[in-house]
């Protein structure tokens, strides 16, 4: 029974990976699993050039491995699709680091000042700083009014 509560354990472990990735090299938003695995992500999937240099350099199951990994990446400038920036930077960028990559964040330009989009993580629907305005616009009318 032990040895599959730890397989439990390390699979759940799996899924912090795009964070820490994101927070070590400052990506501006979580990359996608499929920067490490192909197809759907499961055993066995995690075969993309991306990882195999991360595993070249230490990276095995752990966050600690993982951001040591991410580090000496950077230290060493691998470019795994060999297109003349380094896997960190293409991360930076919000851009996979292998070979035919595209971006993954998506558009993170502001369109209608910052209260609609902070262009740092999607997620947060501009209905939300709509909501805020209209609520602090209603506060000020019902001040004015007394």
Known sequence: MTPLLLLVGSALALGSFPGVVMDQVGAPCEPPCS?????????GTATSDFVVALRDRGFSTSEGTLRDAL????????????????????????????????????????????????????????????????????????????
């Open 71 to 146: 580090d000496a990446m950077s230290d060493d400038g691998v470019d795994s699709d060999g297109d003349g920036a380094s896997d960190v930077e293409e991360l930076v960028a919000g851009t996979d680091p292998n070979p035919n990559g595209a971006a993954f964040c998506g558009d993170l330009t502001p369109t209608y000042g910052c209260l609609s989009s902070t262009g740092a993580r999607p997620g947060a629907p501009p209905a939300v700083a709509a909501g805020l305005l209209l609520g602090l616009l209603a506060a000020a009318r019902r001040r004015r009014a007394t």
């Open 35 to 43: 920067i490490c695995h192909q197809g759907t992500p499961g055993g």
